[in-house]
C-alpha cells in the first residue's frame, strides 16, 4: 500500500480517507492502527514546497472585492465607489459595468463603466486605465471612429 501513496500514515489522512483506509485494512485481516510511517522518497520536499507563488498582475494591478464584486485593479474599484455615490447624490441615474463594445474584424473593446445621467447630457464611456497599453489605444481610436462617443480614461 506504501507504493504510490500520497500519505505518510493514517495519522495524515483526513478523516474521510482514514475511516475508509482502516475499513480496507480491516477487512483483509491487518493492524487498523498503523503508527509507522510510510518513509518519503529520496529527494521528497516537504508538504506545501514546490508550489508557485501567486503570480503578479502583468501591471502590478491588485484585485479587489467591492460590494462583492471582483474588479481588477484598485483604481476600477475606487471609481465604482465614487459613481455609487454620484448615484446616490442624484447626479447619476445608473451605471453599467463591463459594457462590450463590438468592431468590425470581429475586435470588441470592454469598457468598465457606461454613466447615465439624470440632467439629460449625453453618457460618458469610463475606462479605468494605469497604462495605456498600444493596443487600447488603437482600439479607443478604432470605437472613436466608427462611434460617435468619446471613451475618458481616469
Not at 510511517?37 to 529527494?43: D, E, K, S, T, W
Not at 465614487?82 to 451605471?95: D, H, P, T, Y
Not at 469610463?126 to 462617443?149: C, W
Amino acid at each position: 500500500m506504501a507504493g504510490g501513496f500520497r500519505f505518510r500514515s493514517i495519522e495524515d489522512m483526513p478523516p474521510s480517507v482514514r475511516a475508509a483506509a482502516e475499513a480496507a485494512l480491516a477487512r483483509q485481516g491487518k493492524s487498523v492502527k498503523l503508527k509507522t510511517a510510510v518513509p518519503p522518497p529520496a529527494g521528497a520536499m516537504p508538504p506545501g514546497a514546490g508550489k508557485a507563488p501567486p503570480r503578479r498582475h502583468k501591471y502590478a494591478a491588485t484585485a479587489t472585492v467591492v460590494d462583492g464584486i471582483r474588479f481588477d485593479s484598485k483604481r476600477e474599484a475606487r471609481l465604482y465607489e465614487s459613481l455609487k455615490a454620484r448615484r446616490q447624490a442624484g447626479e447619476v441615474a445608473f451605471f453599467l459595468r463591463q459594457v462590450p463594445i463590438h468592431l468590425p474584424g470581429g475586435t470588441k473593446l470592454v469598457i468598465d463603466f457606461l454613466v447615465f445621467f439624470t440632467d439629460g447630457r449625453p453618457p460618458e464611456f469610463l475606462d479605468a486605465k494605469g497604462i495605456e497599453t498600444a493596443v487600447f489605444k488603437v482600439k479607443r481610436r478604432e470605437v472613436e471612429a466608427a462611434y460617435p462617443i468619446q471613451i475618458i480614461t481616469v
